[in-house]
């Protein structure tokens, strides 16, 4: 009996290895005969198995077959929303969770980088004393209730002690000078040297700015983990780290992925998006412009952020959606009120001083230079990144950030624009010069008799502070440019933004300032004497630092529309918008002469992802028949035909080759192609097939009811669900 139940099982399983398979794109399978009531067998087998469609890590994804899933889910709720009141609720939810999912983005991503804010003002002041009112307050909320009116002497608000003054008793001197350094440095290493610990003990892929992955996600590749929970955490922690120890880094690339990271968070409680990677996509291009939106106060210039900078795939329906997830994210923002100011942007400008056609000579120089200076940064940090990851320096990343971090503090303490944030340094550039300003860059030598209104202060020569200013700031444009390019891409978050953004307002100063004072002392000059008359208020060096602000910006990332709507937003300038539109196309032309590539694509080619921008330009000459394969000297393709396997052919198949996928044709002599198998997808379905025709041999192997010429009688086993359609077949003489 044993004998003849091996015998049978033998002959079952040679029958089901020989079992034809049908690869067909588009049609419906053959139907059988009926089971115990239960339906047919090919009807069963031919719904998608669980493990069909579920994309491995480091893969890229189907765009069509996730169109054609959700076209099939959008076509079962119609159908069931006409069988009960019920179903038609379930409709109506499923069509509004797309806008719950970006209300509950706003509200989180609003909400994190308030906080965010909020704990980098009072860590980065806490390297340089404590608030005595209470030590939660930060340099400025200290002293917000001091009677001081000038702002050298507001810092000196009695609620305010420096370490010197706390520990030794001794606000001022050279004792006091050095353990306020001391205090500084030590503070800035224990920040990175925690940020960077718990990146690497926790979260790896909260390290850097995030913004080249989310691209390549974007995109339709898979990186699992990189915007999950633990890395949302992480990342909110270390980016706090990371921006208070000094470190020439901004939050706003940060920002970007945390926002996508509650995106990613908020797709997993509904199923439309979970189990739909092409519809998950459209929540996280929308994040992203929710991440903009509270990174600058920007929520407009988010939008066009995410259309024109990191998204592949961008429907109209993701347009609205993506306005509304940065409203809502900009109006939490504003409910927290992170700058104290009652405002949304970050810098803010209180003069609207006209600009003239002459001034547009210098906006473009510095365009120029920012284009320039994009260009090295992009070549100097890949090449020092490149050098990281292909040596022993890649080992030590604590090691390396902990150098870079005690090198950045031992530098910028003793200059006082390298030693403040560089966010309070670009809105002290940005900032004109008014009659109540004590800093050196407004030291101006005023007119006793002047009598004019404090909005209205005429051009006046330069005084000894401005002079030294200038000094401190060509040192500060060196130092900033050196370091950025050594601390972007470290195993910290990094964004680049405001780091960019700081070389470009330094140098537009200093011009602002220098063409200032030519247009004072050489007003009979041609190019001053038609519109800067003595006595008027003709130029203003803050204009140049917003120019020289975007023109760095724009030459690092290749921003253009988005990048003007962003400054006008961050400062508030509507009156300036030519001069930034001038300056970012100059330093786009200028940098793509150098290179047609961003510092975010420089970085996704150097990870070597699978990123195919549609902004590439392809000039080739070749032919498809000059790449066709195979040649006649070479054996032919691995193929799966239509409908002239069996089971064993495509398991011998997948067996003897590696190939990740396999065309199907018609037939081998005509290769006339209908499609595309993926590997992935063709292993757990012939597995399927195999467990649950055995099964049911099992079941009734010693039955009348079915009998092994019952079971043969299924014509074939149909695998049309794991054929993708997004293959386009082209003739031989198309160009490519």
Request: charge should be neutral.
């Amino acid at each position: 009996m044993q004998d003849e139940n091996q015998s049978q099982r033998k002959m079952n399983g040679a029958a089901q290895r020989r079992q034809p398979i049908h690869f067909e794109k588009g049609s419906r399978m053959a139907t059988g005969g009926e089971m115990n009531g239960s339906g047919n067998l090919l009807d069963f087998l031919g719904e998608a198995v669980p493990e069909v469609g579920m994309y491995e890590d480091f893969h890229t994804i189907d765009w069509l077959r996730e169109k054609s899933r959700d076209t099939d889910r959008h076509r079962k709720i119609t159908s069931r929303s006409k069988e009960s009141l019920w179903e038609r609720i379930k409709g109506l939810l499923d069509a509004w969770s797309g806008w719950v999912v970006m209300l509950l983005i706003g509200l989180l991503a609003g909400t994190l980088a308030g906080v965010i804010d909020l704990a980098v003002d009072w860590m980065t002041d806490l390297k340089e004393g404590v608030c005595l009112a209470g030590f939660w307050f930060s340099h400025e909320q200290c002293c917000w209730t001091s009677n001081e009116t000038t702002f050298e002497d507001r810092d000196k608000c009695p609620q305010w002690k420096s370490w010197s003054e706390l520990l030794a008793g001794q606000p001022e001197g050279a004792s006091a000078y050095i353990l306020n350094y001391l205090i500084y440095v030590l503070w800035a290493l224990i920040f990175a040297f925690l940020g960077v610990s718990l990146v690497k003990m926790f979260a790896p892929y909260a390290c850097g700015s995030g913004i080249p992955e989310i691209k390549t996600i974007l995109s339709g590749f898979i990186i699992r983990g990189y915007l999950g929970k633990w890395t949302l955490l992480i990342k909110t922690v270390t980016l706090v780290l990371a921006v208070s120890s000094g470190l020439s880094l901004g939050k706003e690339g940060p920002l970007v992925h945390v926002a996508c990271c509650c995106g990613n968070l908020f797709c997993c409680l509904f199923s439309k998006y979970s189990k739909n990677e092409g519809k998950r996509r459209e929540v996280l291009s929308a994040a992203a412009a929710a991440g903009v939106s509270v990174a600058f106060g920007a929520p407009i210039g988010g939008v066009l952020f995410s259309l024109e900078e990191v998204s592949y795939y961008f429907p109209l329906k993701t347009l609205w959606r993506s306005f509304f997830a940065a409203l809502v994210a900009a109006f939490t923002l504003r409910s927290i009120n992170p700058f104290g100011n009652s405002r949304l942007v970050l810098f803010y400008v209180e003069y609207h001083t006209p600009w003239y056609m002459a001034e547009l000579v210098p906006f473009i120089l510095l365009g120029v230079f920012g284009g320039l200076w994009g260009t090295l940064f992009i070549r100097g940090n890949i090449a020092w990144c490149r050098k990281r990851k292909n040596t022993r320096l890649g080992r030590y990343p604590v090691l390396e950030v902990i150098l870079v971090t005690a090198i950045t503090a031992i530098f910028a303490f003793p200059n006082q624009y390298t030693r403040q944030s560089t966010s309070e340094l670009i809105s002290e550039l940005f900032n004109d010069c008014g009659a109540l300003e004590s800093s050196q860059l407004c030291d101006y030598i005023n007119d006793p008799n002047m009598t004019r209104p404090v909005d209205d202060i005429p051009d006046r020569p330069a005084g000894p502070g401005v002079y030294a200013a200038i000094w401190q700031l060509a040192l500060a444009l060196v130092f900033k440019i050196v370091i950025t390019i050594f601390t972007f891409g470290m195993k910290i978050p990094s964004g680049l933004f405001i780091p960019s953004m700081a070389v470009g307002a330094i140098a537009g100063r200093m011009v602002g300032i220098g063409v200032e004072q030519m247009a004072y002392h050489h007003h009979d000059w041609f190019i001053f004497r038609s519109w800067c008359r003595p006595g008027a208020d003709c130029v203003t060096p803050g204009l140049y630092a917003m120019v020289g602000a975007a023109a760095c910006l724009g030459g690092v990332t290749r921003m253009t529309v988005s990048l003007v709507v962003i400054m006008f937003e961050l400062t508030g300038g509507l009156e300036y918008i030519v001069p930034l539109m001038a300056a970012a196309v100059t330093s786009k032309w200028v940098a793509d002469a150098f290179g047609k590539v961003g510092i975010y694509e420089a970085h996704i080619h150097l990870n070597g992802y699978p990123f195919l921008d549609s902004k590439d330009e392809f000039r080739h000459r070749t032919l498809a028949t000059d790449v066709m394969r195979p040649r006649r000297t070479e054996p032919p393709l691995s193929v799966l035909t239509q409908g002239s396997m069996t089971v064993e052919d495509v398991e011998t198949l997948i067996k003897d080759t590696d190939y990740n996928g396999f065309p199907v044709v018609v037939t081998k002599e005509s290769e006339r192609l209908i499609g595309f198998v993926q590997r992935r997808d063709l292993i757990p379905a012939i597995s399927e097939f195999s467990s649950l025709v055995h099964v049911i041999i099992t079941l009734h192997g010693f039955s009348p009811e079915l009998s092994l010429i019952d079971l043969l009688r299924f014509e074939c086993f149909t695998l049309r669900r794991v054929v993708g359609a997004g293959l386009e077949p082209c003739s031989r003489h198309s160009w490519q």
